[in-house]
T-cell receptor
Framework: GAGVSQTPSNKVTEKGKYVELRCDPISGHTALYWYRQSLGQGPEFLIYFQGTGAADDSGLPNDRFFAVRPEGSVSTLKIQRTERGDSAMYLC???????????????FGAGSRLTVL | AQSVTQPDIHITVSEGASLELRCNYSYGATPYLFWYVQSPGQGLQLLLKYFSGDTLVQGIKGFEAEFKRSQSSFNLRKPSVHWSDAAEYFCAGGGSSNTGKLIFGQGTTLQVKP
């Protein structure tokens, strides 16, 4: 696609529920990133993929968070047993290459705002 | 630990006035540095980037930034602000892992007075 697409744009759920957030990167972009942005803060890195594999998941806060990218394009961020502290904007970004200076040039989607009641 | 700091949480300027948003970094080596802008309901848009070379970097929308190694700073400037520049601005650093794993500052909210 022309840009990075994220769905849903808004998600309200109840504590304890399971949530999936989807990211459709720019066509042909090798690398895909997930960031989380809490209110009043800058984005924080969660995980990134080179192709289908998670190359670095060091930013995932705990084992309730998981992400997949089975075919090397669309990615899904999955959150189990949601907690109120998970409420945030979840941003996806993609990059045409996975390593090197150009890998740092990210195109971000508009984000999925998650609210856990 | 690597960090990016934006000392000003909120700045207000009059339309037509000049603007400078501050950014300081703490990295072991010279990082790649970026400025992004985020408007309500929008994703982050890249304004400009610095990898190496000329320390004065030109970006989109009339913005520029200057890398100063001696001050560990990468301040964003614009000579004349427009009302449409009101948004949140983020400085970010990368390059330590040679991937898009960036460290963001907490952001500066810019308000423009008519």
């Amino acid at each position: 696609g022309a840009g990075v697409s994220q769905t849903p744009s808004n998600k309200v759920t109840e504590k304890g529920k399971y949530v999936e957030l989807r990211c459709d990167p720019i066509s042909g972009h090798t690398a895909l990133y997930w960031y989380r942005q809490s209110l009043g803060q800058g984005p924080e890195f969660l995980i990134y993929f080179q192709g289908t594999g998670a190359a670095d998941d060091s930013g995932l806060p705990n084992d309730r968070f998981f992400a997949v990218r089975p075919e090397g394009s669309v990615s899904t961020l999955k959150i189990q047993r949601t907690e109120r502290g998970d409420s945030a904007m979840y941003l996806c970004a993609s990059s045409p290459i996975a390593l090197g200076a150009g890998a740092n040039v990210l195109t971000f989607g508009a984000g999925s705002r998650l609210t856990v009641l | 630990a690597q960090s990016v700091t934006q000392p000003d949480i909120h700045i207000t300027v009059s339309e037509g006035a000049s603007l400078e948003l501050r950014c300081n970094y703490s990295y072991g080596a010279t990082p790649y540095l970026f400025w992004y802008v985020q408007s309500p309901g929008q994703g982050l848009q890249l304004l400009l980037k610095y990898f190496s070379g000329d320390t004065l970097v030109q970006g989109i929308k009339g913005f520029e930034a200057e890398f100063k190694r001696s001050q560990s700073s990468f301040n964003l400037r614009k000579p004349s602000v427009h009302w449409s520049d009101a948004a949140e601005y983020f400085c970010a650093g990368g390059g330590s892992s040679n991937t898009g794993k960036l460290i963001f500052g907490q952001g500066t909210t810019l308000q423009v007075k008519p």
